[in-house]
């Protein structure tokens, strides 16, 4: 039996159409971030790429994920270069013309970094500071505000330890307390808001009277 061809069509077409009336009805929220390098070092690309990376990782499947430059360049030019520092409001300010969801802020400090010696074995330590701010934009609220602070030791029994893979290991470490922070308070935030609109009435219904 042969299909018929229009038939096909207008089921790829309802399909279609399906697909973007779900798509309509359930917009992808907005996260901005913003993100500063401090650390200075000679390898800041692989450390952005180490945490950026990890961020869209976690969120692009449910978010839709900005790194907003613009608000870093906002926030400099009030003087502000330290986003450990800056103040909720200055950050909101910062952020007027957009409209986002959340905003996530994030900077890496200078890596602390000490050498370490023993008679078989010579090694370094690392410990990585990376303040952290989460803001829930339409509750005008912090959700998260604080920093990730983890350390990280290698040595080796032959040459030297790249200064390099000791932090981007000690920045994995930071990942793993970022992603625990994002879970519970960005994704189980999104999920809890999604629940209470559907169990809200709708403002076209009528109470149930007894």
């Known amino acids: 039996m042969r299909k018929n061809p229009i038939a096909i069509l207008f089921l790829i077409v309802a ?16 996260v901005a971030l913003v993100y500063i390098n401090n650390a200075n070092t000679t390898y800041d690309p692989e450390l952005d790429k180490c945490l950026v990376d990890n961020l869209n990782n976690n969120l692009s499947q449910k978010f839709d994920v900005i790194k907003d430059d613009a608000v870093v360049k906002k926030l400099a030019d009030a003087g502000m270069t330290d986003l450990s520092m800056a ?5 909101m300010d910062a952020l007027a013309s957009d409209e986002y969801d959340y905003v996530i802020c994030l900077a890496v400090e200078p890596f602390q970094r000490k050498e370490k010696f023993t008679f ?16 829930d934009v339409k509750a005008d ?14 040595s080796t029994w032959i040459g030297t330890v790249g200064n390099k893979s000791v932090a ?10 970022l992603n625990k922070i994002i879970k519970e308070k960005i994704i189980a935030n999104k999920e809890n808001t999604m629940t209470n609109k559907e169990k809200a009435p ?9």
């Open 120 to 135: 078989f074995t010579q090694g370094i330590e690392m410990i990585a500071t990376v303040p952290c701010k989460i803001i």
């Open 141 to 154: 609220r912090y959700i998260y505000n604080g920093k990730f602070v983890e350390k990280q030791s290698d």
């Open 15 to 30: 399909l279609l159409c399906a697909m973007t009336a779900i798509t309509m009805a359930s917009p992808m929220h907005r």
């Open 168 to 177: 981007l290991k000690v920045l994995e470490k930071v990942n793993k307390g």
């Open 87 to 91: 103040e909720r409001r200055d950050i």
């Open 202 to 210: 709708s403002p076209n219904s009528s109470p149930n009277i007894k």
